[in-house]
């Protein structure tokens, strides 16, 4: 399955959406849609890599034109009908809302929208029979007691999200149900409870608040906080390159939620621009733990080996591997990735396909940020190679080290985490360099060549001596202050 460009426009039609006036005798060259998030390594659903169509509705965004009472007192299937209709390309939403107000003036008492549609010539019985199948789930969707549903947010390749109304609380809340397909699926069951649980064991301004999960009639439900506002993911396809100051507020935000998490037990597994929502205030929230797990769940990790849980573009090494003792370094990694993502504009690895990716993770060095954004202070270019360290031993060791760092690059200082290994790996590369350069066996020692005279050991040293003078200022500068 061949990948797009993540800045490209995607331009596929929804499979069955065809206007009726389409040539269908054409067959089509498009591929089948992938899902958004990678399950398993091997016979599982694919990753789709981030586009830049126009914004879809996340999960708690703010949705246009999705009220559940019509014009004209519209039932409510036929406002589902009709909303359907026009998020396929089927009919304009003009012509939807004129289908539906002639129906009294018209003298058409009783005959549904459906009908008018066939009759106009918008939709064809085939795909009006694909569209009802859609209807009949969103209905059943809406009866969960105690919630009033008010519209679709978006959906899935595993649940459908709504807008609705806590009717004891009268609050919006945003209510996650899953697909009637996996209703029956105790693997899917388990792991949309474990959601609900994991989300219910947090407490966080940075993270999406859990309230309820449950099972109405034959539908599994997931009632959570409703967040009003834009993903990450959407401000990457409007924007490209996320400012480096705001980007630092967002990851410190994120990592802040990750550390409470990582406090309480838990991995996400699944960080990445999508699942990073911003309010129109500019709270960030931590979203969608589908893939969360407890870190010492020694069954689950057991029962997960060998297989890759996550996204392509933002899965850690260790988890592209299968590994059973995935921790808290495996989101660090993710979140790397995703503010490696925001502030070039692209992300890390890129690839045809999502092994081809993953591979890249595991094997294919990491071009600095600030050299595809040149504009990037050397500070959050070190931050994130640190996160994005290809072995665990070499990134930070929890989000408490990520957050000293990413502030003191929003400060204006240089990074003392990151820093440190830069400069070690300075020093290491000088050691390595001198010594490769020393003569086995030389019988005058005026003729000996220098090690300083190959001029990449000059640059190095030059700059050690720099970062040297540096510290020691610094030193002195603090004991004066002291003393005084």
């Not at 630092?248 to 699944?270: E, F, M, P, T």
């Not at 081809?356 to 600030?370: G, N, R, S, T």
């Amino acid at each position: 399955m061949a990948y797009q460009d993540p800045n490209e426009e995607s331009k596929l039609p929804m499979p069955g959406t065809e206007r009726k006036n389409a040539d269908a005798s054409k067959p089509s060259n498009a591929p089948p849609k992938p899902a958004d998030t990678l399950t398993v390594l091997t016979g599982g659903a694919q990753n789709e890599p981030p586009k830049a169509a126009k914004p879809q509705a996340s999960p708690g965004a703010s949705v246009a034109g999705r009220s559940t009472a019509g014009p004209n007192g519209g039932s409510a299937i036929d406002t589902i009908l009709g909303r359907l209709v026009i998020e396929q390309g089927l009919a304009t939403r003009s012509e939807v809302e004129e289908c539906i107000k002639s129906r009294p003036g018209e003298d058409l008492s009783g005959q549904s929208l459906a009908s008018l549609l066939i009759d106009r010539d918008y939709v064809t019985k085939r795909q009006l029979e694909r569209l009802r199948l859609q209807v009949e789930e969103e209905r059943k969707g809406q009866q969960i007691p105690g919630y009033r549903v008010e519209g679709k947010l978006g959906a899935g390749a595993m649940a459908q999200v709504f807008k609705a109304r806590q009717l004891s609380l009268d609050r919006s809340v945003a209510i996650k149900v899953l697909p009637r397909k996996h209703s029956n699926n105790p693997q899917f069951i388990e792991r949309f409870y474990a959601e609900g649980k994991a989300a219910a064991a947090l407490n966080h301004p940075n993270i999406v608040q859990a309230y309820d999960v449950g099972q109405a009639g034959e539908f599994h439900y997931f009632v959570m906080e409703f967040v009003e506002g834009s993903t990450v993911h959407d401000r990457i396809v409007a924007n490209k390159r996320t400012p480096e100051r705001e980007a630092l507020d967002i990851a410190i935000s994120v990592a802040d939620a990750l550390r409470h998490a990582h406090d309480k037990g838990l991995i996400h597994r699944d960080v990445k621009p999508k699942n990073i929502m911003i309010t129109p205030d500019g709270v960030v929230k931590l979203a969608d733990l589908g893939l969360a797990r407890a870190i010492d769940d020694k069954d689950a990790a057991l029962a997960e080996q060998g297989k890759a849980y996550g996204t392509p573009y933002y899965i850690s090494p260790e988890q592209i591997r299968g590994e059973v003792n995935v921790g808290a370094q495996a989101d660090i990694y993710s979140l790397g990735a995703t503010l490696y993502h925001m502030v070039t504009g692209q992300v890390p690895f890129n690839g045809q396909n999502p092994n081809e990716v993953m591979q890249k993770h595991l094997k294919a060095p990491l071009v600095p940020p600030d050299h595809v954004n040149p504009k990037l202070s050397a500070g959050i270019s070190e931050v994130i190679e640190k996160m994005m360290a290809k072995s665990r031993r070499d990134r930070y060791r929890d989000c408490g080290e990520v957050l000293v760092d990413l502030k003191a690059v929003r400060a204006g200082e240089v990074p003392p985490h990151a820093h440190k290994e830069t400069t070690t790996a300075m020093l290491a590369e000088v050691a390595q360099m001198t010594t490769s350069q020393a003569p086995a066996i030389v019988e005058d020692r005026s003729q000996a060549p220098s090690p300083f005279s190959d001029g990449r050991v000059k640059t190095m040293v030059v700059v050690l001596i720099a970062v040297l003078a540096y510290a020691i200022g610094i030193t002195i500068f603090a004991a004066f202050a002291a003393m005084s």
